[in-house]
């Protein structure tokens, strides 16, 4: 006979208490229940639990600090908040700290059962073996960080913003949140925000009834809809227009959405994972973003590195693209030493993207299966490895050419520093003092 599983109920109002108990008894649940923080640590070290719900308010504490206490000594046991309503801010903090997941009071019981097979989902996950591995290339510290990191967020709602250059895997890095959490068997809806017209992106987004704009002949399901109980991708959400970013905001905050020419909200269950190439925390110093848009989307933000930053990654990736290419050839192409040399000192500003396609166009004329150095065309490319011009042709000022190789080199450095200025500083070999009379000769804030 299969053991059930068992809840932990923290909360110091007995109503409360009792209401849960009778929910997640209905459940096939035990439950056990505590009044206090030092009732919540002592079930804790005597039995274990494959849910833990908790009131934000204690007696003797903060329900934030059984949340750290259960990530630190328990990370295999979801944990959910149960926070005042409209207290947002609260959850928020409360899904930083490493909370699965939050319910607000009143308990609507249809979400707190959601909540709850979600949380049993990801407890049921645990055991097994991560398919990051296979798909997330690279040995490098860097990757070795983001793939922990990716194991440790696909156990949370909490809304990821993905930051990272074009070209460097965010939507496979989503795709993987997405996998390994409770909802991978519900759909993952991936959407470029800048490739939809600005007139039609409400209707993308929230759907439309039938007869509510000219073209309408049917109901329409939008992307939200499309994605309930999976997750939703916006990828490249610095181009969301202003106005469709407050209806964003709403249908975040609500978990609702309002179709065009409906007159009903719609209950949505949606994880929103977002990613971008442009700074966003710039997009909102510009005010091009919002900044209350910007808190929700970036509960968590998870960068993912530039090809340039793990160098010591691209022979494990060109092995395994040049293996997909070479398809079921007995042998598959392989780079000569000289080509591989030449990849490991080019910037790659295009990132894993450049590497696929540079290979893909060397693999079709290289010969014999090898690919020399002459074959990746790395002086057609469009960014040399110092990241300066190979070329000193046509220039009219010396002065005005020297401060343009000048602001390359910093910009090089600060990037690859991630703008820390004292480090780039001593990647160039300059004072501190120096460093900061040039980023202020040359502009660069």
């Known amino acids: 006979m299969t053991a059930r599983q068992r809840a932990l109920i923290v909360d110091d109002e007995p109503d409360i208490r009792?209401?849960?108990?009778?929910?997640l008894g209905r459940m096939k649940l035990d439950t056990r229940n505590a009044r206090n923080l030092k009732e919540a640590r002592d079930w804790l070290a005597k039995e274990s639990f494959d849910l833990c719900l908790t009131d934000m308010r204690l007696p003797d504490g903060s329900g934030l600090d059984l949340v750290q206490h259960i990530q630190q000594r328990y990370p295999q046991t979801p944990v959910a908040m149960i926070t005042a309503y409209g207290s947002l801010d609260t959850a928020v903090n409360a899904l930083k700290a490493g909370?699965?997941?939050?319910?607000?009071?009143?308990?609507?019981?249809?979400?707190?059962?959601?909540?709850?097979?979600?949380?049993?989902?990801?407890?049921?996950?645990?055991?097994e073996p991560g398919a990051v591995d296979s798909r997330l290339l690279g040995d490098s510290p860097p990757m070795r960080a983001l793939r922990s990191q990716i194991g440790k967020l696909a156990r949370s709602q909490a809304p990821v913003y993905i930051s990272g250059e074009s070209g460097s895997g965010k939507e496979l890095v989503a795709r993987l949140i997405h996998?390994?959490?409770?909802?991978?068997?519900?759909?993952?809806?991936?959407?470029?925000?800048?490739?939809?017209?600005?007139?039609?992106?409400?209707?993308?987004?929230?759907?439309?009834?039938?007869?509510?704009?000219?073209?309408?002949?049917e109901d329409k399901q939008g992307l939200f809809q499309a994605a309930n109980g999976?997750?939703?991708?916006?990828?490249?959400?610095?181009?969301?227009?202003?106005?469709?970013?407050?209806?964003?905001?709403?249908?975040?905050?609500?978990?609702?959405i309002r179709p065009v020419g409906g007159q009903q909200e719609v209950v949505v269950d949606v994880r929103i994972l977002c990613a971008t190439h442009k700074d966003l925390a710039a997009e909102?110093?510009?005010?091009?973003?919002?900044?209350?848009?910007?808190y929700r989307l970036n509960v968590i933000e998870l960068r993912v590195p530039p090809l340039r930053e793990r160098r010591e990654d691209i022979q494990q990736l060109a092995t395994a693209m040049l293996e997909r290419l070479s398809g079921s050839a007995q042998s598959p192409a392989r780079l000569a030493p000289e080509a591989l040399d030449k990849l490991k000192s080019y910037r790659f500003p295009g990132n894993v993207r450049e590497l696929e396609n540079m290979l893909e166009r060397a693999y079709t004329l290289c010969e014999a299966d090898?690919?020399?150095?002459i074959d990746l065309r790395l002086s057609e490319?469009?960014?040399?490895?110092?990241g300066e011009d190979a070329s000193l042709v046509n220039i009219d000022n010396l002065e005005d050419h020297l401060e343009s190789i000048e602001r390359k080199l910093i910009m090089q450095a600060l990037e690859e520093t991630?703008?820390?200025?004292?480090?780039?500083a001593q990647r160039l070999g300059l004072s501190f003092r120096s460093m900061r009379y040039r980023l202020k000769k040359l502009g660069i804030d």
């Open 381 to 386: 490319a469009p960014c040399a490895a110092n």
């Open 370 to 373: 090898v690919i020399q150095a």
């Open 99 to 127: 909370a699965f997941d939050f319910v607000t009071k009143p308990v609507d019981l249809a979400r707190l059962r959601e909540l709850v097979n979600s949380a049993l989902r990801l407890s049921d996950k645990a055991s």
């Open 179 to 217: 996998e390994q959490g409770p909802r991978s068997e519900q759909p993952f809806v991936p959407v470029n925000c800048g490739a939809i017209p600005s007139e039609l992106m409400e209707s993308e987004f929230f759907g439309h009834r039938k007869g509510s704009f000219t073209g309408a002949i």
């Open 18 to 23: 009792e209401l849960l108990e009778i929910t």
């Open 284 to 294: 909102v110093a510009a005010e091009r973003f919002r900044q209350d848009l910007y």
């Open 418 to 424: 991630r703008w820390n200025r004292t480090a780039a």
């Open 230 to 256: 999976g997750t939703l991708f916006l990828d490249e959400v610095a181009d969301l227009p202003l106005a469709m970013q407050v209806k964003l905001l709403r249908a975040i905050q609500e978990k609702a």
